[in-house]
């Protein structure tokens, strides 16, 4: 049985064929149409949620699949106590797949671990967001033909935004070149800077502000400031300023720029741009139902025609606990840690549920 945590989960061979077979769904979904009939997707939604939730119960359901679930926690057994570990458990006899979003890093693995059936992770803590990516990524492709040699600036909230983590890290797994933008405070966090050394070689550009580096960008991935995890002294509107993409900024951008943003939009992307031919947002979520489509459908039936070639992952047990006072392992007390070994330059060992490095 497969899961996807992160994008780590997928080799770059399942990923090219979960985007094939996107396409097919796309353009011809009667073939498609009866593939999860009688299944269900059971989507647990402890964070709120428009965009990934529905975009999820709209792909069950146009393979004829059913969804059950929760998007509010309060309303769950969650809020008794439930850890999420038994929560599992029970999902599992009632479901065939479980999306998943949590507030806690590492959350969706613990999911994963406990329940007997394929798990999605929706969006993790500050952590990941792989099903995002995955739709980025298909936007990107079907406008640019590839990733590869793309400068590709990412603004905005990098410190807690998922979003931007898990495309800066697919971007860079597939050879994009990054230019991180960011106000001062919100820096992508160490763990990423630290997966793209290693893994995929190189660091990415920084700047301060958006203006600055405009010009040479193919893609400008713009992400809100994720407010809810905002520290109490940071003032949003000033953070906000620096990275502010109008009509006017969008002056200098290249003619063939992309207008990314994962969404919800909190003042930081213009209404006047949702007219300009580089605008690809509303393509990106427009692509979150195929590309989920074909997650759901792989994972649940066509495993041995997509998933083939899975990626070797070493983890072992044992260690001090995780520092990351995020992770879920700081909130489960039966969890115990977990490290997972890269070797790329060098060998590299992270939290196997939170990405923070340990050494
Ligand atoms: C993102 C999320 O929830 O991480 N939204 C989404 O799924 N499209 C981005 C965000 O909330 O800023």
């Known amino acids: 049985m497969r899961h996807l945590i992160t994008l780590d989960d997928l080799s770059n061979f399942e990923i090219s064929q979960i985007f094939r077979l996107a396409d097919q769904m796309r353009t011809n979904l009667a073939t498609w149409s009866g593939f999860c009939q009688g299944k269900l997707l059971a989507t647990l939604f402890y964070e709120p949620s428009t965009r990934t939730r529905l975009s999820f119960e709209s792909a069950m359901e146009r393979l004829n699949g059913r969804t059950l679930g929760f ?16 929560t599992a458990r029970m999902v599992t006899n009632y479901a065939d797949v479980i999306v998943v979003r949590h507030s806690f890093a590492g959350s969706a693995r613990v999911m994963a671990r406990y329940a007997n059936i394929p798990v999605i992770n929706g969006g993790d803590g500050s952590h990941a967001h792989p099903t995002q990516a995955l739709a980025d990524m298909y936007t990107v492709i079907a406008r640019k033909g590839e990733v590869k040699g793309l400068t590709v600036g990412i603004c905005g909230d990098l410190r807690y935004g998922r979003a931007a983590h898990s495309f800066a890290l697919a971007i860079a797994r597939f050879g994009g070149k990054l230019v991180h933008i960011a106000p001062e405070g919100f820096q992508m966090p160490k763990w990423v800077l630290t997966k793209i050394r ?7 550009a920084v700047s301060l502000h958006l203006a600055d580096v405009i010009r040479e960008l193919d893609v400008i991935y713009v992400n809100r400031l994720q407010e809810e995890r905002l520290p109490a002294d940071v003032d949003p509107e000033t953070a906000r300023s620096s990275y502010l993409v109008n009509a006017d900024v969008m002056r200098n951008a290249k003619s063939d720029a992309m207008i990314m943003h994962p969404l919800p939009r909190v003042n930081e992307l213009s209404y006047e741009l949702d007219e300009d031919p580089r605008a690809a947002y509303f393509e990106q979520s427009a692509n979150a139902i195929p590309t989920r489509m074909a997650l759901i459908a792989s ?21 001090e606990p995780c520092a990351n006072p995020d992770c879920v392992t700081a909130f489960e007390n039966y969890l115990q840690p977990e490290i997972e070994t890269r070797e790329g330059e060098g060998s590299m060992t992270s939290c196997a549920y939170c990405g923070v490095i340990v050494s």
Not at 71 to 86: M, N, Q, R
């Open 198 to 204: 290693y893994l995929y070689g190189g660091a990415p």
């Open 299 to 319: 994972l649940t039936g066509l495993e041995e025609l997509i998933l083939t070639q899975p990626p070797g992952r070493e983890i072992t047990g044992g260690g």
């Open 71 to 86: 998007a509010d926690p309060h309303a769950a057994s969650v809020a008794k106590g439930e850890t999420i570990a038994d």
